[in-house]
C-alpha cells in the first residue's frame, strides 16, 4: 500500500483521527458508495455517523460541538475521505465541514453559533455554501444576486449555481449584494439561509461529469424574506469573508488531492503487480515502475506543501502565495497523477465502472473549482 511519510510532529490525536476516519471509509463508505454515484447524493445517515464520531466539526469551537483542533484535522479529514476513491463523498462532506459551516464559526454570533453549528457538528443539519451565480464564477465580485433590508427582514432575489449540497441542504450561506451603488468587492454580505424559506426554490440535481455522489443544484431566490439576523458578520464584509474562508478550502483540496494520489498509485500498484504482458508482470519492466514513481514523487511534493501550508495557518501567517501554489499545483499534479495511472491500467482503465476511471472523471473539477489554476497563478505571480 502506498503511504506518506508521516510528520515526526503529527500527535497522537491526530493519528487517532487518521485511524477512525480510514476505518469508517473502509466499513461504511466504500461498500455502498457505488449506489450513491447512482443516486446522486449521500445518505444522511453517512453526516450522522461521521457527526457522532465527531469528525465533522473537528476545526469548531468546543463549546458548539466541535472539535477544537487545528488546520490539519481537516486536511486528515479530506485526506482519508479522497482516498476512499470516490471524490464526490469526499467533496460533499467537506464542503459541509470546511467550507460553509466555517463562516459561522469564524463570524457567527454567539446566538447564530448556538442555533447553527451543534446541528451542523453532529451531522443533523447539511451546510451548503452559494456564491456562484451563473454570471459569476472565478469572478466573485461579479455577483448580482440583491439583498435589501426591510422592516420585516432582508429581502432577497437572485440566484445561484452549482452548489454543492444544494438539493439536500438545511444551513445555507449565501453571498448577497447589499449596497448596489458599491462595486465589484465592496457592498456583498453573507446570510444564512435556512431550508424552506419562503422564496426559496432548488433545482432537481444537475448531472455531472464526476463527483456523482455529491449534490449539486441551483437555487433561487425570489423576494425570498429572511430575519434581520440572518446577516452574518459585518454588513459589506462578505466579500473578505469569501476570501478568507477561501484559504481554507485551497488547504483543504490539498488534502483532497493527496489522498486521491495515494490510491490511484495504490490502485495502480495493485494492478501492475498482477498484470503480465511480454513473460513478466507490468511492474517488472522498469519504464512503468518509474512511471509510478514519478507520480509518488509529485503526490509526496503536494502533500508537503500542503502539511507546511496546515502548520502556516496554525501559526497565524500570511498564507495566501502558499496556499494559492498549493491549489495550483495540487489540482494540475492530480490530473497527471490519474491520467498515468488510467494509462497503466490499460484498456480495464477506459471501462465505466472502475475506480480509476471515476477517480479520472472526479479529478478534473479540481483545476477549476477553489479557484482555477490560472486564476491561482495570477495570486501568487502577484505576491513573487
Ligand atoms: C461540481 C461543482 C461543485 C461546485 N460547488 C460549488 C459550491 O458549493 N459553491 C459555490 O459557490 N460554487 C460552486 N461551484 C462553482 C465553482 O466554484 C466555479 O465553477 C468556479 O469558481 C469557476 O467559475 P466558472 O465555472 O464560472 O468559470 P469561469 O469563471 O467562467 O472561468 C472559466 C475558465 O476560464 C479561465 N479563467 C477564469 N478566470 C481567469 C483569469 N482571471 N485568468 C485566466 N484564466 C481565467 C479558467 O480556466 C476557468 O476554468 C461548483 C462547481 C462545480 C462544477
Redesign the pocket.
Known amino acids: 500500500m502506498f503511504e506518506f511519510a508521516e510528520p515526526a510532529t503529527l500527535d497522537e490525536s491526530l493519528t487517532l483521527v487518521r485511524s477512525q476516519i480510514r476505518r469508517f471509509v473502509e466499513e461504511r463508505i466504500s461498500p455502498q458508495a457505488e449506489a450513491w454515484e447512482q443516486s446522486g447524493e449521500i445518505p444522511r445517515e453517512i453526516f450522522r455517523e461521521l457527526g457522532r464520531l465527531g469528525l465533522l466539526g473537528m476545526r469548531h469551537p468546543i463549546e458548539y460541538g466541535g472539535g477544537g483542533l487545528g488546520a490539519l484535522s481537516s486536511v486528515i479529514l479530506a485526506e482519508e475521505l479522497s482516498r476512499s476513491s470516490f471524490g464526490g463523498v469526499a467533496s460533499a462532506l467537506t464542503?459541509h465541514s470546511d467550507m460553509s459551516i466555517s463562516h459561522i464559526a469564524h463570524r457567527g454570533t454567539p446566538e447564530q453559533k448556538a442555533r447553527y453549528l451543534p446541528p451542523a457538528c453532529a451531522g443533523e443539519k447539511v451546510g451548503?455554501?452559494?456564491?456562484?451565480e451563473p454570471d459569476a464564477?472565478?469572478?466573485v465580485a461579479g455577483l448580482k444576486t440583491r439583498a435589501t433590508r426591510t422592516e420585516k427582514g432582508w429581502l432577497i432575489n437572485g440566484s445561484?449555481t452549482?452548489?454543492?449540497n444544494g438539493a439536500l441542504g438545511d444551513i445555507y450561506i449565501v453571498a448577497a449584494r447589499t449596497d448596489p451603488q458599491a462595486r465589484g468587492a465592496r457592498g456583498v454580505s453573507l446570510f444564512v439561509v435556512e431550508r424552506g424559506a419562503e422564496g426559496f426554490a432548488i433545482s432537481g440535481k444537475l448531472s455531472?461529469h464526476g463527483?456523482r455522489s455529491s449534490d449539486?443544484a441551483t437555487l433561487f431566490f425570489e423576494d425570498m424574506l429572511v430575519p434581520h439576523d440572518a446577516l452574518l458578520g459585518e454588513e459589506g464584509r462578505g466579500f473578505y469573508y469569501i476570501v478568507s474562508t477561501f484559504q481554507n478550502e485551497r488547504l483543504v483540496i490539498g488534502g483532497l488531492v493527496s489522498g486521491a494520489c495515494a490510491k490511484a498509485i495504490d490502485l495502480t500498484l495493485d494492478y501492475l503487480r498482477q498484470r503480465k504482458a511480454f513473460g513478466k508482470t507490468l511492474w517488472e519492466q522498469p519504464v512503468v515502475r518509474n512511471k509510478l514513481a514519478w507520480m509518488g514523487a509529485k503526490a509526496a511534493g503536494v502533500r508537503a506543501l500542503t502539511y507546511q501550508c496546515a502548520q502556516m495557518v496554525d501559526e497565524g501567517r500570511d498564507v495566501v502565495r502558499e496556499l494559492s501554489m498549493l491549489k495550483a499545483l495540487a489540482g494540475e499534479t492530480l490530473q497527471e497523477v490519474v491520467h498515468t495511472c488510467l494509462q497503466l491500467h490499460g484498456g480495464v482503465g477506459y471501462m465505466i465502472g472502475t475506480p480509476i476511471e471515476r477517480m479520472a472523471r472526479d479529478a478534473r473539477?479540481l483545476t477549476?473549482?477553489?479557484g482555477?489554476?490560472?486564476?491561482m497563478l495570477?495570486e501568487v505571480a502577484k505576491r513573487l
Open positions: 464542503v451548503a455554501i452559494c456564491v456562484t464564477g472565478s469572478d445561484k452549482f452548489i454543492t455531472k463527483w449539486t473539477f477549476i473549482g477553489g482555477a489554476t490560472e486564476v495570477e
